[in-house]
């Protein structure tokens, strides 16, 4: 960290600095500049709290200057984590596809679309049981009977399954039939529900925060290694910005930077970035051509009849299409270093 | 709702997006235009989802023509709501200023911060015992210890207190020790903490999340009211956005928006919108004269000791300042019909 | 247009809205909904502006319609605009890669970048005579030396050249040497400029502002064909949001709204997005499979030796690669319908 | 600067980055820390570009630390700058009102404003000869004619005249008929246009962009004052964010940050920040309360039938009530530092 002093900080103002920084264990180097004095302070462990020391007299900035993760960074494991789940591997090299409904509406809607994606070419069935919802009016989900319904995906399909879990009540019971926890992006800094995932041994998808940056993204995974689980999968899906022709702005640089970062799987999710159909196909080629590890995908035989996101969600067959230009796009860049 | 169809939409197209919109059980009433027709969407109950029609051949947009909420809307309950809290009324006409340390660090530190803010006038003590911290690392708050010296503040001064809770683990136990129960920005839309929220007779702080539209903060507390709990204060506490020059932006016209649409109680937390203490007074002022109902405030009496939020928060002599520069501009525009 | 009422609107209130629209030369229709009415405004001809009704008592919201933009309108031209410079056609089906560096610096540096990034397979140079620089006191360019050594690098090297027009006193001089004039992110709305360029016969290399919606820099674009000059040519370049890991946030989203909405072709620009090399690469992957038609990269063969913008420049080896990666990736692609 | 190294950057690497930084002749200052070394930066004049060390093989970041602006700046001058305009001095302690209609239409809709304004309190009027529209449809102002009712408006009134430049064709014609010169948002980094008003002796008034950083903004100032002219005024009129309640976000924390990084005087447009007419007495009101030095209002006797921005231009009567609340605003905290 460096801690920036006033044109005219005095030097009683920057021994006091000094002294304060000292007096919190670490250690304070001055940097006599051309026109003020900067003061770097030294840290071994831990983090320092750029806060700690922004009010001092005296001080005009302070820059923080590591990045405040550890155990998803790379320097602590330079590898690629490769997180399993039956007989996929993301991370592994090859392009996890991940598919099916918003939200799990009966029976014959989850084995159809199921089906489907699965012949597309999908690696996993995705659904949910609790779904969050802007309003208390709307369709909150079919709660338990939705994960019976999909473990019936998985008895039929062979297809290991992903679903939301919301909270801490229903955690076990989730965990009891999801193959993959998904933690949704309104939660991505629910820290009680993250701890809780750091104690169980199953994967957990994390989506990114709708305004989060890659350091408070990284740091939400960081609660959940450091609970003891590793195997965490991290999911773009769309940013929060003045634009408004998309739902939310992809934000695919996210994957060179997460990559170069972290030894973490990454993954995007082209729907909820788009909310609009039209724009999936495209996203999800970029995706696969940028370097991502995965797709999350919606998908719905009769979106038109869906009770949630019906908008964003594709028609069988052009998810057969997604496939098959992922695929061929994927495979041209596999000869690609994905961290350049 | 209206839906625009593409200019070279067919006739079979707008009929069958008429029939779609009817079997839903709404009316459809296609208004031709110069260039295009449009499909007017009628609906008395409830809000339809505009992503519903949004992927019909031929459907070139849908837009939402009426707000989402109710019980929260003005148009259901024209007149002020008014929180009481003990001797306080919020959203009486008076001008209410919460205030104390970000966290509850000792019985020592908390009575001594509550005393200077009492002195200097604020109506409500805060204080976090249980902490939501982007890391891990970072001190989470003393928890039960931590409720014990708000209890201990509450005897002491007799300041009613307000103090976050973070999950339903801890729910009950936040409900016997505080006075006013605070829900996070980063749980805005943890929707099982709001339907609990919803279910006790206690007044519930919602602050706005840091990327939420006003529809969304709306909903959010529409949740609690749904459940049956009507004594909800909204709190702006600024917006992600490229400015950096503060941690946040604050969007003080959400003042006059929220007045005019909605019943409930508004106030600002400059603390969090500014991150850092020269701008805290300043925009105290500015929340003071836009119109809202009140101030939530940091205060510390050593800020470069303080265990989080440090440079954001007030010296006791700046808060004295604080609350009398606002105490004049409030006096100043009680003549002022707020909503203008 | 639909203008919206309040609940409580009076029947006075309505039909002073309907005189007013009517007054204008619109016609009137209203639709009585279940809740309130709204006013559907019918206009054949040119756009109506929001703002007229925005204002009038009881009215509580205007919802525009119909798109403001026409002659950059896939809806006034079904088929692709192609661009035609020299041999190059750009929005012709191929995928057309213009590179150079930020700046001219010397004859030297221009040409060795030129003859570098040819063989790689570029098809335009590009290379800045006048810079819009943040600061006064960073280098400006060259100016008409500049222009000189462009002339220079076409006679050399074959390649069509693409330099930035900054204002109307060295407009003709720009023209007289560019093959295609850039107007840059900064002036996108600098409508004397657009005005300007709309009265030439060469075409036009428009970047999308900072913070512009799509539907602005349409209209940006509508002030040249509205002047009579149709090789107009969009270039996504990032926008600016939250996010700090990149300088900007590239929105892959604007291609397929731009190529449905438009007949116009549109370019990335991976280079000032990132402002990073080392994301570089993976974005411009990711412009060849979103369906861009082309690309604008930043080389420099001593980046570090650079007057401006080193840091984004690609090494001429790295764009060797980026070239064999976005040409692998986009032949794979070229059986697709880039609009879906 | 602080150039923050890789952990694992060699030692070669570190001395090729201290040996570029000084053949830029620079003086290069190794901090070896707990887990990497950064390298310090010191230059005494002028600005080093971060982007010149982003690239070397070893560097992971790299951090500006002082400011890029210089004659703006509060640390060259420490007092207050005061713009004089006739009788008014901008900046000098008192609440400066400048009020008119968004365009001129005619010399009876300028000379009425302008008397409804001068009565209320108004000290300069503002009107557009010269619109930036986003449509060519739109209307564009009178031009020379609107610049002639300026004149008029001041022989009549007595107030001074603001109005908007918008190109170098109408640069001096503009000059000769303004009293104060505007730069609007779209134009802030028109850098040929920043340069000709640095050339003239009259004061211009600088809307800052709509997504421009304070930095950006100080040094489109900085263009000014380097080119002789030290009459800037700096005028906030809101940010593009993702909120979409008002046009833009007013970012009333730029009041206090530019006061205390500059000495120039700092004015609010609530009128484009709002867009809508029921937001801008209440955000006045929070302009005068935070610290500004006066406040920009569009006014209009008949907005319903303004050429333009009528849903935001206030009546008459509301002006009224806008500089009543306004001065008892400004006249409490006149005994207030508005620096703090």
């Not at 979106?303 to 949630?308: G, K, N, W």
Request: proline share 6%; aromatic share 6%.
């Amino acid at each position: 960290m460096l801690i920036v002093m006033d044109q005219k900080a005095t030097q009683a103002e920057i021994d006091s600095v000094v002294a304060a920084v000292e007096s919190k264990g670490f250690v304070a180097r001055p940097i006599p500049g051309g026109d003020r004095v900067s003061i770097g302070v030294l840290h071994n462990k831990g983090v320092v709290e750029p806060s700690l020391f922004l009010g001092y007299p005296g001080v005009k900035d302070v820059v923080p200057v590591t990045r405040p993760y550890k155990l998803v960074s790379r320097e602590v494991q330079p590898e690629d984590t490769i997180v399993r789940v039956g007989d996929v591997g993301i991370g592994s090299g090859h392009f996890t596809i991940i598919a099916g409904p918003c939200a799990i509406e009966s029976e014959k809607q989850a084995l159809t679309i199921a089906a489907a994606v699965k012949r597309s070419g999908a690696h996993l069935f995705r659904g949910g049981a609790y779904k969050p919802r802007t309003s208390p009016y709307s369709f909150q989900g079919l709660g338990e009977e939705g994960l019976k319904i999909l473990a019936r995906v998985r008895e039929e399909t062979g297809l290991p399954v992903v679903t939301e879990v919301m909270d801490e009540t229903t955690f076990d019971l989730v965990v009891e039939y999801a193959d993959v926890i998904q933690i949704g992006t309104r939660n991505m800094q629910n820290f009680s529900l993250l701890r809780r995932a750091g104690q169980i041994n199953r994967p957990v998808f994390l989506k990114r925060g709708m305004s989060a940056t890659i350091d408070e993204w990284l740091m939400a995974a960081e609660y959940i290694l450091e609970g003891g689980n590793r195997q965490v999968i991290l999911c773009e899906r769309g940013v929060r910005t003045f634009v408004h022709h998309s739902r939310n702005t992809l934000d695919l640089s996210a994957v060179p930077v997460v990559r170069k970062e972290s030894h973490l799987p990454i993954v995007i999710d082209p729907s909820h970035a788009a909310g609009r159909r039209d724009q999936v196909i495209p996203l999800s080629r970029a995706a696969a051509a940028v370097g991502a590890q995965g797709l999350m995908v919606e998908v719905h035989h009769q979106p038109e009849e869906s009770l949630s996101d019906g908008a964003q969600s594709l028609y069988p067959q052009q998810f057969e299409q997604l496939c098959r230009q992922v695929e061929a796009i994927f495979g041209v860049h596999s000869g690609i270093d994905p961290k350049r």
